[in-house]
């Protein structure tokens, strides 16, 4: 078993359910989780993620952090982050997670007052979430690339230099060794910008959002 083997999902819609599947077809187990008890959460990942296990919040890190590489994915609309008990991911007698920060800032949403000055200051959204998750090691990455495309483009077939490139962005060097073991195993060719403050080029209408993408266009914004 590779040391990816359980990964936990926060958030089981659009972008939750396709890293979900992309996951699931190179036989790493899933872990997801929304604002609906594991029962009727199941029923709907048999439609749009068969094969994942739906958990309670309080679960979703519990398996990654004993089993796996201790890594759990946030898939939840930013507005939303206020009703994600940091706690959640706080896992007794095991490492600190990783937390994978896919999430967007929307001019349109409301947020969190804590995100909100975070953006006020002009930093990346993920200087918030890193501050809100303060017992997780937060690593910006698969927010730039749309739900269509994480499923059509990851290719773990293909030789790296041919696959599509994404980029990450996080102040642990640690952390962002296993997201991009992770990345790589779901079929990109990870790339990594540097710190959290390097991410600003992978957030909306940045230079490298939603865009297909080679590793060389990467690396120019790399610090
Ligand atoms: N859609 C994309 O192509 C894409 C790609 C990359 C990144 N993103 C980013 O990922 C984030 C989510 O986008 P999305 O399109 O997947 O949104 P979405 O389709 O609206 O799904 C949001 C999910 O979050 C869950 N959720 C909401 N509040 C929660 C809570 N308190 N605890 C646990 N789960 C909660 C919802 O639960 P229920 O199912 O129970 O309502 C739902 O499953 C956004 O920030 C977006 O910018 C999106």
Redesign the pocket.
């Known amino acids: 078993m590779s040391e990816q083997a359980v990964v936990g999902v ?7 359910t ?1 890293f979900a599947r992309v996951m699931l077809r190179v036989g790493i187990d899933v872990d997801l ?4 008890p594991p029962r009727a ?1 199941q029923h ?1 990942l048999k439609i749009y993620a068969p094969g994942a296990l739906a958990v309670w ?1 309080e679960q979703v890190g519990v398996r990654t952090a004993q089993q796996g590489s201790g890594i759990v994915i946030l ?4 507005e ?1 982050l206020d ?2 008990d940091p706690e959640w991911l706080n896992i007794p007698g095991t490492e600190s997670l990783i937390l994978v920060d ?3 800032t ?1 001019h349109d949403e409301e947020l969190p007052s804590w995100l909100q000055a975070a953006i006020d200051e002009q930093l990346p959204s993920s200087y918030g979430i890193a501050g809100r998750f303060g017992r997780t090691r937060v690593v910006k990455a ?7 495309d ?1 499923e059509s483009f990851a290719n773990p077939d293909l030789p790296l230099d041919q696959r599509r490139a994404v980029a990450l962005a996080g102040d642990d060097a640690d952390a962002r060794g296993h997201v991009m073991s992770l990345l790589a195993q779901m079929g990109f060719d990870p790339v990594s910008l540097g710190g959290l403050a390097a991410g600003q080029p992978i957030e909306p209408g940045g230079p490298l959002f939603d865009r297909p993408l080679r590793r060389e266009e990467i690396l120019r914004f790399a610090r």
Do not use: D, F, K, M
């Open positions: 926060l958030g089981a819609g659009r972008a939750g396709a989780c929304s604002t609906r959460l709907h919040p898939a939840v609309p930013q939303e009703e994600v896919a999430t967007n929307w698969l927010n730039h690339i749309s739900h269509h994480i």
